[in-house]
């Protein structure tokens, strides 16, 4: 069961930057004993996926930054995020029999392309209502929620369950919301 919040907890911000939890995963994985990668998920944990992901990581947090830019990077992000949400879910609950890696991956790609949504949803409203001048600051945030649920995610699996809890009651206010606005409005 910690295994399934582990890999949900960092399904969540590979929504938001898939080389955060993605460097998490390998990082803990070679250096501490929060996680156990196995075949073929162990390869995030080689020197050289290290690398690569500090380097796409760079990219990524600059990128972001930039007003436009940042849309063209979460056009491009569109297949990658979502992909290594799946790959997290999947290498998070490989050593569990009960559950099936196909659910696992659809889990995964679910959970971080809907956060994925989300934020390509919410940044044209921020650069058109700031002209971009919050573009750098929402994106630190989104940066800094993604450092924050992976760590989560790996020291405090069970933590996971409160926070996707919370999601659900938020989504579940703003529906409420907007059917009684709608309401109003008919």
Sequence with gaps: MFELFTGLGLALPAGLNAYIPLLAVALADRYTG????????????????????????????????????????????????????AVLLMASTDAVDSINPVLSMLLGLTVAGS??????????????????????????????????????ALVAPIAIAFVLGGIVVLILLVLRRRRARSTLLH
């Design 115 to 152: 956060v994925h949504t989300a934020k390509t949803t919410f940044r044209p409203i921020v650069t058109a209502t700031t002209g971009g001048l919050g573009n750098p600051i929402v994106s630190a945030s989104e940066d800094g929620a993604a450092i924050a649920l992976s760590v989560l």
């Design 34 to 85: 929060l996680i156990q990668l196995s075949q073929p998920y162990d390869i995030l944990s080689s020197p050289a996926a290290i690398i690569l992901l500090l380097v796409l990581l760079s990219i990524e947090l600059l990128a972001d930054k930039i007003p436009l830019i940042d849309h063209v990077n979460d056009l491009i992000q569109s297949a990658i995020r979502p992909a290594a949400g």
